[in-house]
């Protein structure tokens, strides 16, 4: 049966692939979720695009101010040492550590700027009913780097580093530091309101080969393929064609490619790796000539001796807790696919979104590094100096977030009995 004009637009749940109708919403903000596994769908919002607009704005120009002003100064008797934000970069370049210094410019400077812009140049041109040219190559760039623009771990790490420093020396923040934390919370108000309909709007663009089961029928049990970037429906036949997303021109695919296989490899890399990242130094710090590596856990059983035990318990939950837990997770959830399980098929995939959202938080211990190396460069007096471990951890914190990503949700619901 084709869809006709009174028809509903549908969309799929990208999480566990459940068909949805897309229906006027009253509720808070406008926003849908997915009725089984609870996933956002997308948000009916008149005024979601003059606010996105807005924000995005305000955070471009916050992200000047932080950038032109100095971040944090370091002041110990009559010696003061004032950062920049790019200054942690070229530090940790600097200290042997390009690759590094690389990941830190790309999380906390380069990725949330391309957001910023490449936001504003999809979104102005709506205003007046127009789609910029190369919207759907942007989306998808923009799509990929999301998860890996830091702005709000960078905030919590200079937090850290700030607390971290506040019995030897004092700190003085800077306008680039109030800029960059207004930064965060636009961007942060900016991507709650933005929905990939307010460039595409909602249309019925695909044919429904029978009519909608209430309930349980996913996407694929209707002859329907989900576009992975924007969530457009399209005919399963068209995969025989490859044809690209008539939106945003992604490659269509019903579940993300090899996801199983490659999923595994990252992990079993990531699992690797934690061993170096563990047993290597990943800092060292210098006082008055006296100082020597510390690793991960030295610095988290340093922080709780001192008496710093805030601090201690964020950076155990961030570089301890939250790698080695996503491991298991997500290692446990590709073997009750692998031995097609069915049992608790919302809590896996809640799981998964979970470790997901907090994979990367683990960056902070390396943002706290380049941070404190950055500020504390006074000879015998106070230096800190990145070591070899960083890198392997940050290695870990890259390999379980690719992980992350290759992995596909809708798998979970695919072992489930056809109803
Ligand atoms: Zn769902
Ligand atoms: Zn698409």
């Given at each position: 049966?084709?869809?006709?004009?009174?028809?509903?637009?549908?969309?799929?749940?990208?999480?566990?692939?459940?068909?949805?109708?897309?229906?006027?919403?009253?509720?808070?903000?406008?926003?849908?979720h997915?009725?089984?596994?609870?996933?956002?769908l997308?948000?009916?919002?008149?005024?979601?695009?003059?606010?996105?607009?807005?924000?995005?704005?305000?955070?471009?120009?916050?992200?000047?101010?932080?950038?032109?002003?100095?971040?944090?100064?370091?002041?110990?008797?009559?010696r003061?040492e004032?950062?920049?934000?790019?200054?942690?970069?070229?530090?940790?370049?600097?200290?042997?550590?390009p690759?590094?210094?690389?990941?830190?410019?790309?999380?906390?400077?380069?990725?949330?700027?391309?957001?910023?812009?490449?936001?504003?140049?999809?979104?102005?041109?709506?205003?007046?009913?127009?789609?910029?040219?190369?919207?759907?190559?942007?989306?998808?760039?923009?799509?990929?780097?999301?998860?890996?623009?830091?702005?709000?771990?960078?905030?919590?790490?200079?937090?850290?580093?700030?607390v971290?420093?506040?019995?030897?020396?004092?700190?003085?923040?800077?306008?680039?530091?109030?800029?960059?934390?207004?930064?965060?919370?636009?961007?942060?108000?900016?991507?709650?309101?933005?929905?990939?309909?307010?460039?595409?709007?909602?249309?019925?663009?695909?044919?429904?080969?029978?009519?909608?089961?209430?309930?349980?029928?996913?996407?694929?049990?209707?002859?329907?393929?989900?576009?992975?970037?924007?969530?457009?429906?399209?005919?399963?036949?068209?995969?025989?064609?490859?044809?690209?997303?008539?939106?945003?021109?992604?490659?269509l695919?019903?579940?993300?490619?090899?996801?199983?296989?490659?999923?595994?490899?990252?992990?079993?890399?990531?699992?690797?790796?934690?061993?170096?990242?563990?047993?290597?130094?990943?800092m060292?710090?210098?006082?008055?000539?006296?100082?020597?590596?510390?690793?991960?856990?030295?610095?988290?059983?340093?922080?709780?001796?001192?008496?710093?035990?805030?601090?201690?318990?964020?950076?155990?939950?961030?570089?301890?807790?939250?790698?080695?837990?996503?491991?298991?997770?997500?290692?446990?959830?590709?073997?009750?696919?692998?031995?097609?399980?069915?049992?608790?098929?919302?809590?896996?995939?809640?799981?998964?979104?979970?470790?997901?959202?907090?994979?990367?938080?683990?960056?902070?211990?390396?943002?706290?590094?380049?941070?404190?190396s950055?500020?504390?460069?006074?000879?015998?007096?106070?230096?800190?100096?990145?070591?070899?471990?960083?890198?392997?951890?940050?290695?870990?914190?890259?390999?379980?977030?690719?992980?992350?990503?290759?992995?596909?949700?809708?798998?979970?619901?695919?072992?489930?009995?056809?109803?």
């Amino acid at each position: 049966m084709a869809a006709t004009a009174t028809t509903p637009p549908l969309i799929a749940c990208p999480e566990c692939d459940l068909l949805h109708q897309i229906t006027p919403l009253t509720g808070e903000g406008g926003k849908a979720h997915c009725s089984r596994c609870g996933a956002k769908l997308y948000q009916k919002d008149p005024s979601a695009l003059d606010r996105t607009l807005a924000f995005y704005l305000a955070a471009l120009i916050c992200f000047i101010f932080a950038n032109l002003y100095p971040f944090l100064s370091l002041k110990i008797g009559a010696r003061i040492e004032t950062v920049h934000l790019t200054n942690s970069i070229w530090t940790l370049q600097q200290h042997g550590m390009p690759l590094l210094g690389l990941l830190v410019l790309l999380t906390s400077l380069l990725f949330p700027l391309l957001m910023m812009i490449g936001h504003l140049y999809l979104l102005l041109p709506r205003k007046w009913g127009i789609t910029a040219p190369g919207s759907g190559w942007i989306f998808r760039l923009l799509h990929h780097i999301t998860p890996w623009s830091m702005v709000s771990i960078f905030v919590l790490a200079s937090l850290v580093a700030v607390v971290k420093l506040l019995d030897i020396a004092e700190i003085i923040p800077g306008i680039g530091a109030a800029a960059f934390v207004l930064m965060m919370l636009f961007t942060a108000a900016a991507e709650a309101s933005f929905d990939s309909h307010l460039i595409w709007p909602f249309r019925t663009s695909v044919t429904q080969p029978r009519p909608l089961q209430s309930g349980h029928s996913s996407a694929a049990a209707n002859g329907l393929i989900c576009c992975s970037y924007c969530k457009l429906l399209a005919p399963l036949s068209a995969l025989e064609h490859h044809p690209p997303c008539a939106h945003c021109g992604g490659q269509l695919h019903l579940r993300k490619p090899e996801s199983i296989q490659r999923t595994w490899s990252l992990l079993a890399a990531a699992t690797l790796l934690l061993i170096p990242a563990n047993l290597y130094p990943i800092m060292t710090v210098i006082r008055f000539g006296q100082g020597e590596p510390s690793t991960i856990l030295g610095g988290v059983i340093h922080l709780a001796a001192a008496g710093m035990w805030g601090l201690s318990l964020i950076i155990f939950f961030a570089s301890i807790l939250i790698p080695g837990l996503k491991l298991i997770t997500f290692s446990s959830i590709l073997i009750t696919i692998q031995f097609r399980k069915a049992q608790y098929p919302v809590d896996r995939t809640r799981l998964c979104r979970l470790a997901t959202l907090v994979g990367a938080w683990s960056m902070t211990d390396i943002f706290v590094i380049a941070l404190l190396s950055a500020l504390m460069k006074m000879g015998v007096v106070a230096t800190v100096e990145p070591n070899i471990g960083a890198l392997f951890f940050a290695a870990v914190v890259v390999t379980t977030m690719m992980a992350a990503e290759s992995f596909d949700s809708r798998l979970i619901w695919d072992t489930l009995p056809t109803p």
